[in-house]
């Protein structure tokens, strides 16, 4: 079955600069959730989507935004990077609808340097 | 305080014990609950989906939800190493957001 396919999964950047992560929901599904996860932390929830209308928002800071795209991929762009945004980011989804589970991907994992 | 409170542990079992992870919330309004695992560097793999109070059971695994009490419970039978990975629980209201615990480490020892 096909899952959350995020990209890429290591990144690279240096302080200041920008990142931009993708992440392409499973097919149908109508909602997108974004997580960042620093080391030995719980995921702590950014942002999410619902039908491509942000639904969501909790700790995203206003460096970083987000969108989903008429084919419910959605993603979170990151300005002026700092040391301190190095972590995993998962992006999950769900059929909020029928409220379903959320299935989440492999995570991107930024290093800014 | 945080809406969800996990036990982070680190729980260490000999192989083939039962083992109990849990987690307490303070919002009344969840009412979906599910408990993920997640390997080192991994994404969260879910494991169990509840809705509302009871129990359900997949395998080995039992996950309980006891609302009264803001509890629930998620239940590893015969546990082996493969198992030994952080246990997140993460629950739901009626909004678009999952809520996390910080997550209880597993180390199931042969």
């Known amino acids: 079955a096909a899952g959350v396919i995020q990209s890429p999964r290591h990144l690279i950047k240096e302080k200041r600069e920008t990142a931009t992560l993708k992440c392409y929901p499973i097919?149908?599904?109508?909602?997108v959730y974004w997580y960042q996860q620093g080391p030995g932390q719980d995921p702590q929830f950014l942002i999410s989507?619902?039908?491509?209308?942000?639904?969501d928002k909790g700790s995203i800071p206003d460096r970083f935004s987000a969108q989903q795209f008429s084919d419910y991929h959605s993603e979170l762009n990151m300005s002026s990077l700092e040391l301190g945004d190095s972590a995993l980011y998962f992006c999950?989804?769900?059929?909020?609808?029928?409220?379903?589970?959320?299935?989440f991907g492999q995570g991107t994992r930024l290093t800014v340097v | 305080q945080k809406e969800v409170e996990q036990d982070p542990g680190p729980l260490s079992v000999p192989e083939g014990a039962i083992v109990s992870l849990n987690c307490t919330y303070s919002?009344?309004?969840?009412?979906?609950f599910m408990w993920y695992r997640q390997y080192s560097r991994k994404g969260p793999e879910l494991l169990m989906y509840?809705?509302?109070?009871g129990n359900k059971e997949d395998g080995r695994f039992t996950a309980q939800v006891d609302k009264s009490s803001k509890y629930i419970s998620l239940f590893i039978r015969d546990s082996q190493p493969s198992d030994s990975a952080t246990y997140l629980c993460?629950?739901?209201?009626?909004?678009?957001?999952?809520?996390f615990g910080t997550g209880t480490s597993l180390t199931v020892i042969p």
């Open positions: 993460a629950m739901r209201g009626t909004g678009n957001q999952f809520y």
């Open positions: 919002n009344s309004a969840f009412q979906y």
């Open positions: 097919p149908r599904h109508d909602t």
């Open positions: 999950a989804s769900s059929l909020l609808r029928v409220n379903t589970e959320a299935f």
């Open positions: 989507f619902y039908e491509k209308m942000q639904s």
């Open positions: 509840t809705y509302s109070s």
